[in-house]
């Protein structure tokens, strides 16, 4: 009978394979001897796995509850996107726009840049998942090895959730917990 890996295992298999530093790990050290199943995240030991990689800050989620407030929730999530870059992309002055009926204009700078998505929020207070999937590839640099990547398990996509790393770590990592990562080209 194989043992539940813990907490721990997780973490020192993202730090051997550089997906993450032991100082940035330290985050989750009241969890490390915990057994897997008791982080939560997830109904099988490969979610929960992705969900301390979330906690590592080398993955995030775009939430799909509801948010007390879009424009919130959306710098929210591009907060945690760019803490998984350690700096490598910036987005800021996020606001959206009123577009058309039942769209509207998401607006922010990316490193910089100007960048506008239309987006659509389901009963108001949705944040739009699909810009995310579409356009992960821009939070990159060419000359950086370190890509986005989807999550898939049992050959069904985790929605709204990406990791961030080299590819080669991100495979080893997905062969040791069950998880395919669908790596996102340099944008």
């Not at 948010?67 to 959306?74: E, I, T």
Request: hydrophobic content about 45%.
């Amino acid at each position: 009978m194989a043992t539940e890996p813990t907490v721990r295992d997780v973490v020192d298999s993202a730090i051997t394979l550089r997906l993450v530093t032991a100082e940035k790990a330290a985050v989750l050290s009241d969890w490390s001897d915990r057994p897997l199943s008791e982080y939560g995240g997830g109904d099988t030991e490969a979610e929960v796995a992705v969900g301390v990689l979330i906690g590592l800050q080398v993955g995030f989620e775009v939430h799909s509850d509801d948010v007390d407030d879009l424009v919130s929730g959306y710098k929210g999530a591009f907060e945690e996107l760019t803490a998984c870059t350690d700096g490598l992309v910036t987005v800021a002055d996020v606001e959206i726009v009123e577009a058309a009926k039942g769209y509207d204009v998401l607006r922010f700078r990316l490193n910089g840049e100007l960048v506008e998505w239309t987006v659509e929020h389901r009963g108001g207070d949705y944040l739009d998942q699909m810009p995310f999937f579409e356009n992960m590839d821009a939070f990159t640099a060419p000359a950086v090895p370190k890509r986005w990547a989807l999550i898939d398990i049992d050959g069904e996509p985790l929605p709204g959730r990406y990791v961030f790393g080299e590819p080669a770590a991100l495979h080893a990592f997905g062969e040791r917990f069950g998880i395919t990562f669908e790596v996102y080209p340099a944008g």
